[in-house]
């Protein structure tokens, strides 16, 4: 049984069926995604909650229900939709990573679209002022670096100074059965890990929600008004596939199965394949030694600017489709690959750039690579801190494990 905490002075509880799926198999799953309704998809259970008030979304590209925006449908359906508000990439999901995204006018609704990416990752009190109700609706893909937890925590802090309800319509996690990597150290604090949570955490974003304001993470005194709309038939083992590319270089579920253990190559002078058509997939340099597989990063849309553009990368296609991620992921997340690539690596005190410490969430993983430590010993060291999370973690679960 599934239970589902509404937080608005009063607990509601809703009772889910949930359906387990082997998220590791080979074979296809036996419930596809459709079968999954999302927060979203349940009109009914938040449509009163938005009836004769000024609403604003938070939303882009991936919040949809059958394939039409969320925006489209609520005006459709007459909901006093204001204004929206958009995450990293932009509502339309098409900005490079770390890119600057203006604000504007959504050409199909003409309704203002307010970037919350750059200097303004957080809805200010004038932004607010004439909403009743904020929204949030994106899909997130359950990895601490991913920034979309970011914008919710900024989400549910400034709705809690300006006393604005927040309604959040949960997803899947599509890496919903995994909780592994190192757990992020305050100091190493960032918009690209806010809170001290592994690598991957394996929550919703519902769930997590409930965490922040469980746990008193929230910077803030005040206490936001939150509604989760959960999901139904999802548990923790579903294996879901995304309908929609959560980013520009999430192009599949085979990036989003590897993304979390190969973007640590952000923070190198490795390249995992920006500029190319398998983004976090594959990894290479012009100076790794040793390979024969190579490809070369262009200005494309959604990565304009790819670390190395032009140059020919030798290295590594970890996985050309799907099932060949999920067996080498093996359900955890793996290092394997940074670690060979360091070894490959001719220059190495060159291989790290500052920006590794706020991936990793830590100062202890490159120091444990450098000095030559095997990647058991290095697991082994994120083993206290994971035990701590899971205990945390277990007391804010909407859905069966």
Not at 9 to 35: D, H, I, M, S
Not at 107 to 116: A, M, Y
Not at 257 to 286: A, V
Not at 371 to 397: C, D, H, N, T, V
């Amino acid at each position: 049984m599934i239970r589902t905490l509404l937080l608005l002075c009063t607990l509601t509880f809703f009772t889910v069926p949930g359906y387990p799926q082997e998220r590791n198999a080979p074979a296809p799953p036996a419930a596809k995604a459709e079968e999954i309704l999302t927060g979203a998809d349940r009109t009914a259970a938040y449509l009163p909650l938005l009836k004769g008030k000024r609403v604003a979304l938070l939303v882009n590209q991936t919040s949809e229900i059958n394939g039409v925006l969320l925006p489209d449908t609520l005006l459709r359906l007459g909901v006093n939709v204001v204004k929206i508000f958009s995450p990293e990439h932009g509502f339309r999901g098409n900005a490079d990573a770390g890119a600057k995204v203006k604000s504007g006018l959504d050409e199909q609704t003409g309704l203002p679209v307010i970037s919350l990416y750059g200097n303004n990752k957080k809805p200010t009190a004038e932004q607010l002022k004439d909403v009743d109700v904020l929204v949030y609706d994106l899909q997130d893909v359950g990895v601490r670096f991913y920034t979309y937890i970011s914008t919710l925590q900024y989400a549910m802090e400034a709705c809690a100074a300006q006393k604005k309800p927040l309604v959040v319509l949960d997803r899947p996690n599509p890496l919903g059965d995994i909780v592994d990597g190192p757990v992020l150290d305050p100091e190493h604090s960032s918009f690209i890990g806010m809170q001290p949570v592994p690598v991957i955490y394996g929550m919703t974003p519902g769930e997590y929600a409930q965490m922040l304001l469980g746990e008193k993470w929230l910077k803030t005194t005040a206490v936001p008004a939150l509604t989760v709309i959960p999901c139904r038939h999802y548990t923790h083992k579903s294996l879901y596939r995304l309908p929609v590319a959560p980013s520009p270089n999430l192009k599949n579920m085979t990036a989003i199965y590897l993304y979390p253990s190969l973007c640590f190559f952000e923070g190198t002078q490795i390249s995992l394949g920006r500029g190319t058509d398998k983004p976090f997939q594959q990894f290479g340099h012009p100076s790794l030694k040793g390979y024969t597989y190579s490809f070369t990063p262009r200005s494309v849309p959604g990565a304009t600017d790819p670390p190395l553009k032009n140059q020919k990368c030798f290295g590594k296609l970890v996985a050309g489709h799907e099932h060949d991620a999920l067996r080498q992921v093996n359900g955890r997340l793996q290092i394997g690959w940074l670690l060979e690539a360091y070894r490959n690596y001719p220059d190495k005190q060159k291989f790290f750039i500052p920006f590794f410490e706020k991936l990793s969430g830590t100062g202890a993983l490159r120091k444990q690579i450098v000095s030559g430590m095997k990647e058991e010993e290095i697991r082994k060291s994120w083993e206290p801190g994971l035990k701590r999370f899971k205990a945390i973690r277990k007391k804010y679960l909407l859905y069966a494990e």
